[in-house]
């Protein structure tokens, strides 16, 4: 192959230069996705739907973006993104009903729109509520389709493998 | 240079820029639109009652909060009347309207609280006037408490959630919304 020829006539410089803008991609991407989660506040700016309880909003595969201010309030309608203890996967539903207390305490539950009931049964076993520290996020944009990569990704982990290691050697390979 | 795999490499890039480019201009072109219309909402029949919420209280039971368990709410059927013409808000960037239907209201235990009495999905093809006389409430109204007997000002909006095929994702309330009490007595027919 040409590139593996490029490859064995670089000098020491070249592969070290080769090595610094690989480390640079990857810099930059974990940057990126760390000022995110400082501009949103949300620990998980950007999360892919996984379950169609919320179809046909939103299908398995879609991208959505999430803000998590703490003066924004949380109000029935919103679609929040939250954690349940004794589930690794975090869950888009949408906020049935809320009880707000004037110290700003807030209890509220949720419910997928394809659901034919609430999420009593999805919580931890006696949880009744979620409450703000459950909450990842809360959808504010949508971008369809885009997520399916990572899904195909967690469903055959050898793809993945491959895909990275292809995009790797592509990158450190690869002659400027 | 020339060879398959660069030509095909090249073609996705170009491909993948102007899909996102498109998909950037579709955004653009409603994300400043005004999604507000009038609604108007009324209530027919209003009707208070103390039960026990069962569906709150199942799990605990088996965890020995019984003292804590024992929570009378209060809950309340209502018959609805609802009404708004819809078909303007779609544009090519509408995917589905979410439409609820929200009681709010103020007790001495909660400052604030809201609850979905009634929703619809309306998918962009779907009729969107709607003109719905004497439904009945979709979900139970259990208060967190019994602060709904004889209170004088639960108020009722109508709003929705705009999908879009990408882009943003707006709660709009409508403009108008009722204001209605509950009666002072518990009732004792069946509800």
Sequence with gaps: MDAWDDFKRMNKRQ?????????MIVSSALMIWKGL?????????????????MEPAFQRGDLLFLTNNQEDPIRAGDIVVFKVEGREIPIVHRVLKLHEKSNGTVKFLTK????NVDDRGL?????????????VGRARGFLPYV???????????????AVLVALALYVLIHRE | MHSVFGRGNAMAAYTLSVLAGLTFCCFLSTVFLDYRTPATINTR????????????????NDL????????????????????????HLFNWNVKQLFLYVTAEYQ???NEFNQVVLWDKIILRGENAVIDLKNIHAKYYFWDDGNGLKGHKNVTLTLSWNIIPNAGLLPNVGAIGSHSFSFPPEYTTSRV
Aim: contains cysteine; aromatic residues 12%.
């Design chain 1, 147 to 161: 997520g399916l990569v990572t899904i195909y990704m967690n469903d055959y982990p050898h793809f993945k493998y």
């Design chain 1, 112 to 115: 997928g729109d394809n659901n």
């Design chain 1, 15 to 23: 592969m070290l230069y080769q090595a610094l803008s690989f480390g």
């Design chain 1, 37 to 53: 989660m400082v501009v949103t506040g949300s620990e998980s700016p950007i999360v892919v739907v996984l379950s169609g309880s």
């Design chain 2, 45 to 60: 029949q209003v009707v208070v009652k103390s039960i026990p919420d069962y569906s709150a209280s199942r799990e605990k």
């Design chain 2, 107 to 109: 007790t001495p235990s």
């Design chain 2, 64 to 87: 020995g909060y019984q003292s804590v368990l024992l929570l009378f709410s209060l809950i309340f059927v209502a018959i609805l009347n609802c009404c708004t013409h819809l078909t």
């Design chain 1, 123 to 135: 919580y931890a076993p006696g949880q009744l509520w979620l409450q703000k520290n459950h909450v």
